[in-house]
């Protein structure tokens, strides 16, 4: 099992910014990918951001140029630094880790959340 745990979220003006961590612990060997998902109020989970463990970065269009996702594989610790922050970027941020195992088999591993309000 992976245990993460997120901190970092907060109340921001738009315009601002957050940064937002998560530490992995426990079975952490054969962590493929680790991620930022999040999910506003009515709204489906999506992805925000990943990076793979040779540092491979994805980033959803709406976050491109503004978010940065980065990984501290000494403390097994993946950050996500967000600015010129709007609203509609108000949401539970979800810290995600999945390994990828044999015969297709998908491991996915989810954080309490952090919520991340924006305000205008």
């Known amino acids: 099992q992976v245990q993460l745990v997120e901190s970092g979220g907060g109340l921001v003006q738009a315009g601002g910014s957050l940064r937002v961590s998560c530490a992995a612990s426990?079975?952490?060997?054969?962590?493929?990918?680790m991620g930022w998902h999040r999910q506003a109020p009515g709204k489906q989970r999506e992805l925000v951001a990943d990076?793979?463990?040779?540092?491979?970065?994805n980033y959803a269009d709406s976050v491109k140029g503004r978010f940065t996702i980065s990984r501290d594989s000494a403390k097994s610790t993946v950050y996500l630094q967000m600015n010129s922050l709007k609203p509609e970027d108000t949401a539970v941020y979800y810290c995600?880790?999945?390994?990828?195992?044999?015969?297709?088999?998908?491991?996915?591993?989810w954080g309490q959340g952090t919520q991340v309000t924006v305000s205008s």
């Open positions: 990076i793979t463990r040779r540092g491979k970065t």
């Open positions: 426990g079975s952490i060997f054969g962590i493929d990918v």
């Open positions: 995600n880790a999945r390994k990828y195992g044999a015969f297709g088999v998908i491991e996915d591993y």
